[in-house]
């Protein structure tokens, strides 16, 4: 167990390392989510109602696109040059190489999450009720994210369409988490009238199911790559 | 089958071979004389239940004709949920075994259950607007949920297709991880209902309620077994074909092989 956890660490830490070195979050996602938050305004005709109505759905809207840029990157670091060949013949577990890849994604998100809420109080005028609730569900739902995404970018590495075979799969994955992250975010910003914690819990399930599954099969996925 | 010797000399392999094969795959079909019978067992009972359901089961006190629509869609829906069930059985066992057989099994279920899946969606739409008044409610978790699970199997079936043939383990192991993981949501469609019950309009189970009873209970048990002999049919049909796409693929990497080895036998020849 301990060396499970040094190996999703060292994996967590390089991928970080890159991320640092390249600035791929910072210069490229983070642009790109900011991007589509504020275009959200134009197409709903900068109506104010209506983009505090819809505030939590685009938030999750953006975060859904930002994961599929960020789980695609996180394995093409992996599969250039064969990189994670060296790491499995370095003994290192597969199932924690994806921990490791879902830890990285996870901090990268929650990096975009961090500016993408603030940017929706500013440009839609929402207001933030429970910040707990946020946090809570933020974390759950990023998670649940990550690890589908991480899991279906190995599935998709050496496909020619991958770039439209990825998103076909990954959305209706993940639309649970989408439809339980905006309700949780709904009452946490006062929209809807349900209870975001008992969503969150959802959201809990769903990432640690993942978690656990994703880990279990990444070894089969790794044989292919 | 090649022998050694065959091997050895290449040359010596006729085109018969192929000849043999290619003729033997024309000839071979994805049927049997079993499903042959079940086949027109099926098409006698699709016309006797809707036989039934049309002229002799009456209109309901509540719903009216729309009833009807029930006879093919709840059992559309639970001949979904037992294929995706099969697709998920197909892939575990694949990344337990690695037998083909699983695979092509898990592939013909998803195909088959993707259009009942279909089939029950539609079902469900016309039999709303009736009695809901609309097509389609976006706030009704159920439909939601089915919507979703029909997403994920028409995901599984592009992505195998866009796997390509080339590498079948690899398009079956990563097929497996999908289907688990699209199968995953099977509960939570089949308990969504209950879970959500203030975020539907879709009433809970009437048969399990106990709310059906004499011909309409009869026709619906019917209208069970015709889609379950569907679903048999389908199935046994679609595994056939895929079964015959694998051997298709190899025997065409066979010819490809052989052909090489005769140009090197060839150009061995020509050299000494």
């Not at chain 2, 048990?221 to 051997?247: D, K, N, Q, S, T």
Request: with cysteine; hydrophobic share 55%.
């Amino acid at each position: 167990m301990i060396a499970f956890i040094k190996d999703a660490y060292i994996v967590f830490v390089k991928d970080l390392k890159i991320e640092w070195r390249t600035r791929n979050t910072s210069g490229h996602v983070l642009p790109f989510a900011f991007f589509v938050l504020v275009f959200f305004g134009f197409t709903f005709n900068s109506s104010q109602t209506v983009l505090e109505q819809a505030t939590p759905g685009l938030i999750w809207m953006v975060v859904l696109f930002v994961t599929i840029v960020a789980a695609e990157n996180s394995l093409r670091l992996e599969t250039e040059n064969e990189a994670v060949r060296l790491l499995l013949t370095g003994g290192v577990l597969p199932a924690a190489i994806f921990v490791g890849k879902v830890g990285s994604v996870v901090l990268q998100l929650l990096f975009v999450e961090l500016v993408l809420v603030p940017g929706a109080v500013v440009f839609y005028a929402s207001d933030v009720e429970s910040l707990p609730l946020v946090v809570a569900a933020s974390a759950g739902a990023t998670i649940g994210l990550a690890t589908v995404g991480c899991l279906l970018s190995t599935v998709v590495v050496g496909v020619k369409a991958r770039r439209t075979v990825l998103p076909i799969l990954f959305m209706p994955l993940v639309s649970p988490v989408l439809v339980a992250a905006t309700r949780a975010f709904g009452d946490a910003f006062g929209v809807f009238a349900v209870n975001g914690w008992s969503w969150t819990g959802l959201l809990a399930l769903f990432a640690v199911v993942n978690l656990i599954v994703g880990a279990m099969m990444y070894s089969q996925l790794l044989e292919d790559i | 089958m090649n022998t050694q010797a065959d091997f050895m000399h290449p040359e010596r392999i006729t085109s018969s071979k192929a000849t043999e094969a290619t003729e033997s795959r024309r000839t071979a079909g994805t049927g049997s004389r079993t499903s042959f019978w079940l086949g027109v067992v099926t098409s006698i009972g699709v016309a006797g239940l809707a036989a039934l359901g049309f002229f002799v089961v009456p209109a309901d006190d509540v719903q009216g004709d729309a009833v009807r629509i029930m006879f093919v869609h709840v059992p559309s829906a639970v001949g979904a949920y037992l294929a995706f069930g099969l697709t998920l059985l197909g892939s575990i066992m694949w990344l337990t075994r690695k037998s083909e057989w699983w695979d092509i099994l898990a592939h013909s279920a998803a195909e088959v259950g993707t259009l009942l899946c279909g089939l029950a969606i539609v079902t469900g739409m016309l039999w709303g607007r009736p009695t809901w008044g609309t097509y389609w409610e976006w706030g009704d978790v159920r439909l939601m949920t089915t919507l979703i699970l029909f997403l994920i199997m028409v995901g599984y079936l592009v992505s195998r297709s866009a796997f390509g043939t080339a590498d079948p383990v690899s398009t079956a192991t990563k097929a497996a991880v999908i289907g688990i993981a699209g199968a995953a949501n099977i509960p939570i469609v089949h308990k969504s209902v209950d879970w959500w019950a203030d975020r539907t309009l879709h009433q809970p189970s009437s048969l399990t309620d106990g709310k059906i009873e004499d011909l309409t209970l009869l026709t619906l048990m019917f209208g069970f077994l015709v889609v379950g002999l569907f679903l048999c049919w389908a199935l046994i049909h679609r595994f056939r074909l895929g079964w015959l796409e694998r051997e298709l693929y190899a025997e065409e990497l066979s010819e490809a092989l052989h052909a090489r080895r005769l140009e090197a036998a060839e150009e061995d020849r020509s050299r000494s």
